[in-house]
């Protein structure tokens, strides 16, 4: 079974420019995740979708960050304008469903802002 | 959400000893508390998990216990090998099925 995957692995940009990163969550999973991890800390909730639905978006920075899950498989996470301070690993994580408290993660994509 | 917090930052200790790592919490609605093991530049990996209703739950030479009384559990690591050397991060559940995690510990496992 795949795991999750997300890409690019890596993105270097300069601060205010746009960036996006794709994540497809294991196979069958309806739940899914977008954390943030600084370095040095543990991850940090962005969302969580159920299926297409965003139920929880509390800690989004709704300015310049936004996320979508058109089909409730494939998920964007978009930031625009990027500042400095995004500099970040963000992960990815899935769940068979909304009563499974299991998370498996993605291997991140690892955001450098200039 | 409320905070984990996790104890110690790091841990350094020789190959084949006992390594334990605790962490507490506040949110008596918590019931699900995973462990996740981080090799520098991969992704998390869930080690193991336990719920409220049990108090203790092994795998092999990992352990975790859970005390809900004192709200805290820890993760016991048996005859460390070096490559058990990584970023262990504890978590609890708040809310729903969202996660709360702790800010990790850097074992160290010297040969």
């Known amino acids: 079974e795949a795991g999750v995957v997300q890409s690019p692995r890596y993105k270097i940009i300069e601060k205010k420019q746009p960036v996006a990163f794709w994540c497809n969550p294991i196979s069958g999973h309806n739940t899914l995740y977008w954390y943030r991890q600084n370095l040095g800390q543990g991850p940090e909730l962005l969302i969580r979708y159920e299926n297409e639905e965003a139920v929880d978006d509390s800690q989004l920075p709704k300015d310049r960050f936004s996320a979508e899950r058109l089909k409730g498989v494939d998920s964007t996470l978009k930031i625009q304008p990027a500042e400095l301070g995004d500099s970040a690993v963000y992960l990815c994580?899935?769940?068979?469903?909304?009563?499974?408290?299991?998370?498996?993660f993605g291997p991140g994509t690892r955001l450098t802002v200039t | 959400g409320e905070n984990v917090e996790q104890h110690p930052s790091t841990l350094s200790v020789q190959e084949g000893d006992s390594a334990v790592i605790k962490c507490t919490y506040s949110d008596s609605a918590s019931n699900y508390f995973p462990w996740y093991k981080q090799e520098l530049g991969k992704r998390p990996q869930l080690i193991i998990d336990?719920?409220?209703?049990?108090g203790e739950k092994k795998d092999q030479r990992i352990a975790v216990t859970l005390n809900k009384t004192a709200k805290h559990f820890s993760l016991h690591i048996t005859e460390t090998q070096p490559e058990d050397s990584a970023v262990y991060f504890c978590?609890?559940?708040?809310?729903?099925?969202?996660?709360?995690f702790g800010k990790g510990t850097m074992l160290l496992v010297s040969p």
């Open positions: 978590a609890r559940n708040s809310g729903y099925s969202t996660l709360t």
């Open positions: 994580a899935s769940s068979p469903s909304a009563g499974a408290y299991e998370q498996y």
């Open positions: 336990i719920r409220s209703n049990v």
